[in-house]
């Protein structure tokens, strides 16, 4: 397993970590199995989209914002991030892709993303776990 650090510059985005994801993968030697990337916080997702269009994205953080509105009068968590934890758990914390012969198995316009949504923050954690078999 190897944690990777990466800093966030908005209150909510989106980073495409399918190309660390990938060199993990090649890196572990795993041929042919799963991988499981995780977000090692409660205000950060994993999620698999689309990383062609960038509107994807950008549509992607507005509707979770309709859904899940920033600074709630009635939410009772101290910190005010609320939102961020809804999400996360809408998004969910980790993926699961699977791997053949050395190749995560995503579709043409597929990419793994780091989805932040309470930063910017720096020293955001993500692990990588490849399993042969």
Known sequence: MKTYMINTNAH?????????????????????GFVIVQSLHTTAGITVNENADPDVVTDFLR?????YPWNQESDLHMEGNTAAHLKTST?????????VEGELVLGTWQGIYFCEFDGPRRNRSFAVKGVEG
């Open 12 to 32: 909510s985005e989106m980073i495409d970590i399918t190309e660390k994801v990938k060199a993990e993968i090649k890196d572990q030697g795993i041929q042919n």
């Open 63 to 67: 509707r979770l914002d309709e859904v």
């Open 91 to 99: 998004v969910g914390p980790s993926q699961t892709v699977l791997i």
